[in-house]
């Protein structure tokens, strides 16, 4: 069965570089969520999309951006990259209507020196 | 505010034996779903099972199920014959109602030794 897409798996930046991460749902899955894994830690939750549309908005800092594209994939842009930012971002799809089924992507893990 | 709390950051069990993981939750919503998600070393998470607040029934899949006790607001995983390969963190998480995104507790780490 096809999964959660994204790209690329790892990433690294310098200080103050910025960074696109990308995101491609399971095919008629119209919610798309990105959360964020530090080190030793629980997955946040950043931000989510519905129908391209932002739902909701959780721990996201003001320096990131997303989008959900027509075609529903979505993108986490990421300015002014900072050391505390290195973690693993996560992307996850689900429908709307079956929202018990939450699916992950298997991570982007970006490092930030 | 919901909260999920795991107590055991580390378990150990043997190969075919079976385990029970805790996860408590903290919420005055009568509607939400709560889910166990496995994180390998190699880092992707991957769903294991979900329990509705209102399905009656403990959730299974395979060789997981689900306790669900709604009055001690409890859903511990249950694994029963344990594999090398269930060696990985574990993590409950809670659904938000209303909004469909998930909280997660800190993580309970099971190591299966042979």
């Known amino acids: 069965a096809a999964g959660v897409i994204q790209s690329p798996r790892h990433l690294i930046k310098e200080k103050r570089e910025t960074a696109t991460l990308k995101c491609y749902p399971i095919?008629?899955?119209?919610?798309v969520y990105w959360y964020q894994q530090g080190p030793g830690q629980d997955p946040q939750f950043l931000i989510s999309?519905?129908?391209?549309?932002?739902?909701d908005k959780g721990s996201i800092p003001d320096r990131f951006s997303a989008q959900q594209f027509s075609d529903y994939h979505s993108e986490l842009n990421m300015s002014s990259l900072e050391l505390g930012d290195s973690a693993l971002y996560f992307c996850?799809?689900?429908?709307?209507?079956?929202?018990?089924?939450?699916?992950f992507g298997p991570g982007t893990r970006l490092t930030v020196t | 505010a919901q909260k999920i709390t795991q107590t055991q950051p580390g378990m150990f069990v043997q190969e075919k034996e079976a385990v029970t993981l805790d996860c408590t939750y903290d919420?005055?919503?009568?509607?939400?779903?709560l889910f166990w998600y496995k994180q390998p070393s190699s880092g992707e998470m991957i769903f294991l099972i979900y329990?509705?607040?209102?399905?009656?029934q403990n959730a299974t899949e395979g060789r997981y199920s689900l306790n669900f006790q709604k009055a001690r607001k409890s859903a511990n995983l249950v694994i029963s014959a344990s594999q090398l390969g269930d060696s990985a963190m574990y993590f409950c998480?809670?659904?938000?109602?209303?909004?469909?995104?998930?909280?997660f507790g800190k993580g309970t780490m099971l190591l299966v030794s042979p």
């Open positions: 998480a809670m659904e938000w109602p209303g909004y469909s995104t998930l909280t």
């Open positions: 919420t005055s919503d009568q509607s939400y779903g």
């Open positions: 329990q509705g607040s209102y399905d009656e």
């Open positions: 999309f519905y129908e391209k549309m932002q739902s």
């Open positions: 996850a799809s689900s429908r709307r209507d079956r929202d018990y089924e939450q699916y």
């Open positions: 095919p008629r899955h119209d919610t």
